[in-house]
C-alpha cells in the first residue's frame, strides 16, 4: 500500500509539473512563441528552429540538433523535442513519457536498455543540420545496436516527418553501425564523414576573445616577425610559432596537432576559416587593433579600444618568473625505466614522464631506451665559451624591441653550439650504449628539457629530435647530438619562454636517446578527457597513416578522430573523421586497436593524474600502432588542461 501511494503521489506531482509548464507558457507569450516543447512532426523551418539547439561545444562546428524519440509501445509515435531544454533522451523520456503503466527506469538502466538491447522501448537519435555544407542527417549515439532492417524503417519514419523529405541521410558514426548496414546499405542514402567535413568552413580549436593588430600572412611565417598583440591570419599553417594573441589559419588544423596544442597551453583563441584570406571582413580590418572572439558555433571580429586590448595583454602573461629545477651534478647515462617524476631536473620532463609510467601495471610499452643528463649540455656550453653570450643575449633589454636582431643573435649561438665538439668520452660512451643495446636499429635523440611537457606549459613542438643511421659514426652521432642541444634556442622556443618569464639560464637539455619503433602502422595522439562535454567522461584519439602527421603542419590533411566515450562499462565508440590519406572507406584503426588504446590511455590517465595533482585534468599521450599484432607503444605523455565551458557541462545521455 505504501509503496502503490508513493506511486500515485509521484504521478499527481508530475501531472502539477505539467500544468504548471502549460500555465507559465500562456502567461508568457513569449515561452511559447521562442520555443516548442515537443512536435510530432516538422513541418517546416520556423518550427526546426523552434526545436534546435546549437551546441555550446561540438565536433564539428555550426550545426543544429533536434533530438527525438520514437515511442515503439504506444504506437510508434515519434517526438521531436526542445533540444536546448532536454540535451539528453532520458530527461524527456523521464519528464514526459513517464506513466503509472508505462514508467521510465533510473538513468543507468535507460542507458543500458534503450540503446543496447532488442526490446527496448525507444528509438532514438538525433537530426543534425550540418550548416556550412547545408548537410541534413540522422544520427544515433555510437554505441547504439540497433539493426539494421530497424534503422531503415526508423529512417523512413522520421524522414516523412520532416519538411526536409529527400534530402536527410543517415550517417553512420561507428564501426558498429557500419556492420549494421552491411546487408541494407543500398536502402539508405549515406552521408560519410568525408561528406561532412568537406563542407566544413570554420573549425574552433581553442574558445576565448583575444585584442591584437590584425596581421595576415600570405606565404611562409617567419616567426621572427611574430609578436604577442598580434592576431594572425595564417596562410600556410606554420611547423613553430611564438606567442600570439590568436591565430586564425586559412587550412583546418590536426586538433591535436602541435599549433592546436600550443594554443590550448598557453589559453590563445585559436580557430580555422577556409577562405580566411579573401574574406571581405578581415581584409577591412587589416592592421587595425581588433577584438577576436572564438566560440563553438561562431567567430566575431570587430574593431578594438587599446584601453581594452592592455587590460587583455596585462592579464594574459603571466606575473611571476618561473625558475625551473635544474640538476648540475648527475651525469651517468640513466635507462629510462629507472626515471620518476623527479628525474625532470637532470633528464628533463619528457624523459622523467616516460620513465614513471614504467610503473603503470600491467605495463605500457615504450621505445626505451637511455637519457644524456643535462650537466653534459651545461659543460658544453661552458668550455665552447658561450656563458657571457647567453647572459648578454637574455639580459639586453634593448632586444624586447629588436626582433630581428634577436633572430640573428639566437641563430648565431645555434651555430657557435653546433660548431663547438663535442667531448669525445660522451660520445663514445653514447655510442657504445647503443651498439650494445640495439646495433641494428637507428635511433632517435629526442630534446628533454626541465623547461617543456609541463602542468601550464606543455611547449610541443618547440625543440628538435634528430634521427640517427645503423651504425653511425662517432662525428654523426656527435653532430646530432650538438643539433638537439642547440635547439634549445630556437626562436620559437625562446620566445615561447620569455613570454612565460622562465629564466632561460636555468634551462638545460637533456638526451632522450632511443631505439627507432619499427613496424609502426600509424602515428597518432590522444588526450585522455572529453574535450567537448566534461560529464560525458572520455577519450579524444586522432591518428594518421605513417607519411602524414598528427602533431605538424598538416594543411587539409584530416586524421582518423575517435571519441570513445568511458562513464560506462561498456565503451562506446564515435567515428568523428577519417583519415584523408586513406582510401574511402577505410580505417587506420579498428575496433580492436582503439579499445586496447583506450584501455592504455585510462591506465596512464589513473597513474598521471594523482601524481600531477590538480596542475591537469588530462593526459596528452603520443603514440605508435606497431608490429603485426598491431600493439600500442606510447612515445610520450604530459600533463594538459581541458578548460570547459558552461555548455560543455553537459550529463551523459
Same mark, same amino acid.
Given at each position: 500500500?505504501?509503496?502503490?501511494?508513493? @506511486?500515485?503521489?509521484?504521478?499527481?506531482?508530475?501531472?502539477?509539473?505539467?500544468?504548471?509548464?502549460?500555465?507559465?507558457?500562456?502567461?508568457?507569450?513569449?515561452?511559447?512563441?521562442?520555443?516548442?516543447?515537443?512536435?510530432?512532426?516538422?513541418?517546416?523551418?520556423?518550427?526546426?528552429?523552434?526545436?534546435?539547439?546549437?551546441?555550446?561545444?561540438?565536433?564539428?562546428?555550426?550545426?543544429?540538433?533536434?533530438?527525438?524519440?520514437?515511442?515503439?509501445?504506444?504506437?510508434?509515435?515519434?517526438?521531436?523535442?526542445?533540444?536546448?531544454?532536454?540535451?539528453?533522451?532520458?530527461?524527456?523520456?523521464?519528464?514526459?513519457?513517464?506513466?503509472?503503466?508505462?514508467?521510465?527506469?533510473?538513468?543507468?538502466?535507460?542507458?543500458?536498455?534503450?540503446?543496447?538491447?532488442?526490446?527496448?522501448?525507444?528509438?532514438?537519435?538525433? @537530426?543534425?543540420?550540418?550548416?556550412?555544407?547545408?548537410?541534413?542527417?540522422?544520427?544515433?549515439?555510437?554505441?547504439?545496436?540497433?539493426?539494421?532492417?530497424?534503422?531503415?524503417?526508423?529512417?523512413?519514419?522520421?524522414?516523412?516527418?520532416?519538411?526536409?523529405?529527400?534530402?536527410?541521410?543517415?550517417?553512420?558514426?561507428?564501426?558498429?553501425?557500419?556492420?549494421?548496414?552491411?546487408?541494407?546499405?543500398?536502402?539508405?542514402?549515406?552521408?560519410?564523414?568525408?561528406?561532412?567535413?568537406? =563542407?566544413?568552413?570554420?573549425?574552433?580549436?581553442?574558445?576565448?576573445?583575444?585584442?591584437?593588430?590584425?596581421? @595576415?600572412?600570405?606565404?611562409?611565417?617567419?616567426?621572427?616577425?611574430?609578436?604577442?598583440?598580434?592576431?594572425?591570419?595564417?596562410?600556410?599553417?606554420?611547423?613553430?610559432?611564438?606567442v600570439s594573441a590568436a591565430i586564425i589559419s586559412a587550412e583546418l588544423q590536426a586538433p591535436l596537432g602541435h599549433l592546436a596544442l600550443l594554443c590550448a597551453s598557453r589559453g590563445t583563441p585559436n580557430m580555422a576559416l577556409r577562405g580566411a584570406l579573401e574574406s571581405a571582413e578581415i581584409a577591412r580590418l587589416e592592421g587595425s587593433l581588433v577584438a577576436l572572439t572564438v566560440e563553438p558555433q561562431a567567430y566575431t571580429l570587430r574593431p578594438a579600444t587599446l584601453a581594452e586590448a592592455e587590460r587583455d595583454w596585462a592579464r594574459r602573461r603571466p606575473k611571476a618568473p618561473r625558475l625551473p629545477r635544474l640538476d648540475r651534478d648527475r651525469y651517468d647515462l640513466v635507462p629510462v625505466s629507472e626515471l620518476r617524476l623527479r628525474s625532470a631536473s637532470f633528464a628533463g620532463a619528457k624523459a622523467a614522464q616516460l620513465g614513471e609510467i614504467s610503473r603503470v601495471r600491467p605495463p605500457v610499452v615504450t621505445p626505451g631506451g637511455f637519457v644524456v643528463p643535462v650537466s653534459h649540455y651545461l659543460d658544453h656550453?661552458?668550455?665552447?665559451?658561450?656563458?657571457?653570450?647567453?647572459?648578454?643575449?637574455?639580459?639586453?633589454?634593448?632586444?624586447?624591441?629588436?626582433?630581428?636582431?634577436?633572430?640573428?643573435?639566437?641563430?648565431?649561438?645555434?651555430?657557435?653550439?653546433?660548431?663547438?665538439?663535442?667531448?669525445? /668520452?660522451?660520445?663514445?660512451?653514447?655510442?657504445?650504449?647503443?651498439?650494445? $643495446?640495439?646495433?641494428?636499429?637507428?635511433?632517435?635523440?629526442? $630534446?628533454?628539457?626541465?623547461?617543456?611537457?609541463?602542468?601550464?606549459?606543455? =611547449?610541443?613542438?618547440?625543440?628538435? /629530435?634528430?634521427?640517427?643511421?645503423?651504425?653511425?659514426?662517432?662525428?654523426?652521432?656527435?653532430?646530432?647530438?650538438?643539433?638537439?642541444?642547440?635547439?634549445?634556442?630556437?626562436? =620559437?622556443?625562446?620566445?615561447?619562454?620569455?613570454?612565460?618569464?622562465?629564466?632561460?639560464?636555468?634551462?638545460?637539455?637533456?638526451?632522450?636517446?632511443?631505439?627507432?619503433?619499427?613496424?609502426?602502422?600509424?602515428?597518432?595522439?590522444? @588526450?585522455?578527457?572529453?574535450?567537448?562535454?566534461?560529464?560525458?567522461?572520455?577519450?579524444?584519439?586522432?591518428?594518421?597513416?605513417?607519411?602524414?602527421?598528427?602533431?605538424?603542419?598538416?594543411?587539409?590533411?584530416?586524421?582518423?578522430?575517435?571519441?570513445?566515450?568511458?562513464?560506462?562499462?561498456?565503451?562506446?565508440?564515435?567515428?568523428?573523421?577519417?583519415?584523408?590519406?586513406?582510401?574511402?572507406?577505410?580505417?587506420?584503426?579498428?575496433?580492436?586497436?582503439?579499445?586496447?588504446?583506450?584501455?592504455?590511455?585510462?591506465?596512464?590517465?589513473?597513474?598521471?593524474?594523482?601524481?600531477?595533482?590538480?596542475?591537469?585534468?588530462?593526459?596528452?599521450?603520443?603514440?605508435?600502432?606497431?608490429?603485426?599484432?598491431?600493439?600500442?607503444?606510447?612515445?610520450?605523455?604530459?600533463?594538459?588542461?581541458?578548460?570547459?565551458?558552461?555548455?560543455?557541462?553537459?550529463?551523459?545521455?
Amino acid at each position: 500500500m505504501t509503496v502503490r501511494w508513493f @506511486i500515485l503521489l509521484a504521478w499527481a506531482a508530475s501531472l502539477c509539473g505539467h500544468g504548471a509548464l502549460a500555465q507559465a507558457r500562456q502567461d508568457d507569450p513569449s515561452i511559447s512563441a521562442a520555443r516548442l516543447e515537443s512536435a510530432h512532426e516538422i513541418h517546416d523551418a520556423a518550427t526546426w528552429a523552434r526545436l534546435a539547439a546549437r551546441p555550446a561545444s561540438s565536433a564539428i562546428a555550426r550545426t543544429e540538433v533536434v533530438k527525438f524519440l520514437l515511442d515503439r509501445e504506444t504506437d510508434r509515435t515519434l517526438w521531436f523535442v526542445d533540444t536546448e531544454r532536454w540535451t539528453y533522451h532520458y530527461a524527456f523520456a523521464r519528464d514526459r513519457l513517464w506513466t503509472l503503466l508505462r514508467p521510465v527506469a533510473d538513468h543507468e538502466t535507460f542507458n543500458r536498455r534503450e540503446y543496447r538491447t532488442p526490446g527496448r522501448r525507444f528509438e532514438m537519435g538525433s @537530426i543534425v543540420h550540418y550548416l556550412d555544407a547545408d548537410l541534413w542527417t540522422m544520427e544515433l549515439i555510437g554505441g547504439d545496436t540497433l539493426e539494421g532492417e530497424k534503422i531503415v524503417r526508423l529512417f523512413d519514419e522520421v524522414r516523412a516527418a520532416l519538411w526536409i523529405g529527400d534530402r536527410l541521410r543517415f550517417r553512420p558514426l561507428s564501426e558498429l553501425h557500419e556492420r549494421s548496414l552491411d546487408a541494407v546499405r543500398g536502402r539508405l542514402p549515406i552521408a560519410s564523414a568525408e561528406d561532412v567535413f568537406a =563542407g566544413v568552413m570554420y573549425q574552433p580549436l581553442k574558445a576565448g576573445t583575444a585584442f591584437g593588430t590584425l596581421r @595576415i600572412v600570405r606565404g611562409a611565417l617567419d616567426p621572427a616577425t611574430v609578436r604577442p598583440d598580434q592576431v594572425l591570419v595564417l596562410e600556410k599553417l606554420p611547423d613553430e610559432i611564438p606567442v600570439s594573441a590568436a591565430i586564425i589559419s586559412a587550412e583546418l588544423q590536426a586538433p591535436l596537432g602541435h599549433l592546436a596544442l600550443l594554443c590550448a597551453s598557453r589559453g590563445t583563441p585559436n580557430m580555422a576559416l577556409r577562405g580566411a584570406l579573401e574574406s571581405a571582413e578581415i581584409a577591412r580590418l587589416e592592421g587595425s587593433l581588433v577584438a577576436l572572439t572564438v566560440e563553438p558555433q561562431a567567430y566575431t571580429l570587430r574593431p578594438a579600444t587599446l584601453a581594452e586590448a592592455e587590460r587583455d595583454w596585462a592579464r594574459r602573461r603571466p606575473k611571476a618568473p618561473r625558475l625551473p629545477r635544474l640538476d648540475r651534478d648527475r651525469y651517468d647515462l640513466v635507462p629510462v625505466s629507472e626515471l620518476r617524476l623527479r628525474s625532470a631536473s637532470f633528464a628533463g620532463a619528457k624523459a622523467a614522464q616516460l620513465g614513471e609510467i614504467s610503473r603503470v601495471r600491467p605495463p605500457v610499452v615504450t621505445p626505451g631506451g637511455f637519457v644524456v643528463p643535462v650537466s653534459h649540455y651545461l659543460d658544453h656550453v661552458r668550455d665552447a665559451g658561450l656563458a657571457g653570450t647567453i647572459e648578454a643575449l637574455v639580459s639586453d633589454p634593448a632586444l624586447r624591441a629588436q626582433p630581428a636582431e634577436r633572430a640573428r643573435r639566437l641563430a648565431g649561438l645555434r651555430r657557435a653550439i653546433e660548431d663547438a665538439p663535442v667531448e669525445p /668520452s660522451l660520445v663514445a660512451d653514447v655510442r657504445a650504449r647503443m651498439r650494445a $643495446s640495439a646495433p641494428e636499429s637507428r635511433w632517435i635523440l629526442r $630534446s628533454s628539457t626541465n623547461a617543456e611537457d609541463l602542468a601550464g606549459f606543455t =611547449g610541443a613542438g618547440l625543440y628538435r /629530435s634528430v634521427k640517427v643511421k645503423p651504425g653511425a659514426t662517432e662525428a654523426e652521432l656527435a653532430r646530432a647530438i650538438r643539433e638537439v642541444w642547440a635547439s634549445v634556442w630556437l626562436q =620559437g622556443a625562446y620566445e615561447e619562454r620569455e613570454w612565460y618569464r622562465i629564466d632561460h639560464r636555468a634551462v638545460g637539455m637533456a638526451l632522450l636517446v632511443q631505439p627507432f619503433v619499427d613496424g609502426a602502422r600509424a602515428n597518432g595522439v590522444a @588526450i585522455t578527457a572529453n574535450p567537448f562535454a566534461e560529464f560525458r567522461p572520455g577519450v579524444l584519439i586522432n591518428a594518421q597513416a605513417l607519411g602524414g602527421s598528427v602533431t605538424g603542419a598538416a594543411g587539409e590533411e584530416i586524421p582518423e578522430q575517435h571519441l570513445v566515450y568511458t562513464f560506462s562499462d561498456e565503451l562506446e565508440e564515435e567515428l568523428l573523421s577519417r583519415s584523408s590519406r586513406l582510401p574511402v572507406g577505410e580505417l587506420l584503426l579498428g575496433t580492436t586497436e582503439v579499445r586496447a588504446l583506450t584501455d592504455t590511455l585510462l591506465r596512464l590517465h589513473k597513474h598521471l593524474i594523482p601524481r600531477w595533482g590538480d596542475r591537469a585534468n588530462a593526459v596528452d599521450v603520443e603514440f605508435l600502432i606497431a608490429g603485426e599484432d598491431r600493439h600500442v607503444v606510447i612515445l610520450q605523455a604530459r600533463p594538459f588542461t581541458v578548460t570547459y565551458g558552461d555548455g560543455q557541462r553537459m550529463e551523459a545521455e
